[in-house]
């Protein structure tokens, strides 16, 4: 487990070395346009990627699905590892397809060597004892690299999305507005994030969908850690109505931290008798923590957010 954790780390440096300015990406599938120096009050500015999807016509409308990590979205040429989610051929064929209502995603970037703190869920953090929460900001990733490279500011990021992401997007394209036509995704850290943030902005979002949720938060088992994870989880859980919720997760590389965590979180959604057509964990043996694995599966939360009746 060690050795998948080294080189899980290592291959996060290898983002955060890489990625200070725009790439030039290219889509299969729609258009995407970039948003160039976004300015925020919360966090670094940076900029964001609208994809719209095939058929785009200003004279409809369309909802709206926000995505972390947006830099490893859409053009495997320009990303460290070379994979992708494949939002633009996954989204746009479901589109084609007819299964899926027509809807545009906002890529939004990391804060490239802060993205543990900015990702990591605020207030279970400072939930920690004064010790725990020091002795977590000394890890390091390999020697001479944080883990946390300042102190965690997710309570901010979350703000950006919602008072200043949203409402630019809101007045800038054709799109639905309100709670219900938003949703929120992400995969790993970018898991934990989204649950976070639909908990603590109910009437923001309409759902979230986390991948391969890192639910250690940290690159090694700590009961302590999970522990505050599921107990803002079970503090909250009653501020989500009519909100989908959809989680997944692999056992092979990194994932293989996750299924017996997960099953605690999943308990946590069955005692409060969440509708089950509301939520979803789904499991996919022998799957890796990659953009390919979440890339294969990405129709599977796409169709349970936007999909169409019988499809």
């Known amino acids: ?47 964001l990627y609208v994809w719209l999807p ?8 369309y909802d709206v699905l926000y995505m972390h990590d947006g830099r490893m979205l859409f053009d495997s040429k320009t990303t460290w590892n070379k994979q992708e989610w494949r939002v633009d051929e996954v989204a746009g064929a479901l589109i ?49 690299y944080k883990l946390f490279a300042s102190k965690v500011f997710s309570d901010n990021y979350s703000r950006f999305l919602v008072q200043e992401v949203i409402p630019f997007i809101e007045s800038h394209y054709n799109v639905n507005r309100g709670a219900q036509h ?27 969908i986390c991948m391969s949720t890192h639910w250690p938060g940290i690159f090694e088992e700590d009961s302590e850690v999970f522990a505050e994870f599921k107990h803002y989880i079970a503090d909250n859980i009653s501020k989500l109505k009519n909100h989908k919720v959809y989680f997944d997760y692999g056992d092979a590389t990194l994932d293989a931290l996750y299924p017996p965590l997960q099953k605690e ?8 008798e969440y509708p089950a057509k509301l939520w979803q964990s789904q499991y996919f043996p022998g799957e890796e923590h990659t953009e390919d694995a979440w890339a294969k599966r990405l129709h599977i939360p796409l169709k349970f957010m936007f999909g169409k009746p019988d499809n």
């Open 96 to 144: 084609e397809q007819e299964k899926v209502f027509p809807f545009i995603v906002v890529g939004i970037p990391n804060a490239v060597e802060n993205r543990h703190s900015e990702y990591y869920p605020q207030q279970p953090f400072e939930n920690l004892s004064r010790e725990k929460q020091h002795a977590l900001y000394q890890l390091e990733k390999y020697p001479g």
């Open 54 to 61: 095939p058929g785009f016509t200003k004279d409809n409308s």
């Open 182 to 208: 938003r949703y929120i995704a992400g995969s790993s850290m970018g898991g934990l994030i989204s649950w976070y943030t639909l908990l603590n902005y109910p009437d923001e979002f309409a759902g979230a």
């Open 265 to 272: 979180i999943d308990s946590l959604f069955s005692k409060q």
């Open 1 to 47: 487990m060690k050795l998948v954790v080294l080189l899980f780390s290592l291959s996060v440096f290898g983002i955060h070395s890489s990625y200070a300015s725009t790439a030039q990406i290219q889509v299969s599938k729609g258009q995407l346009e970039t948003i160039d120096n976004f300015k925020s009050e919360y966090v670094d500015d940076r900029f």
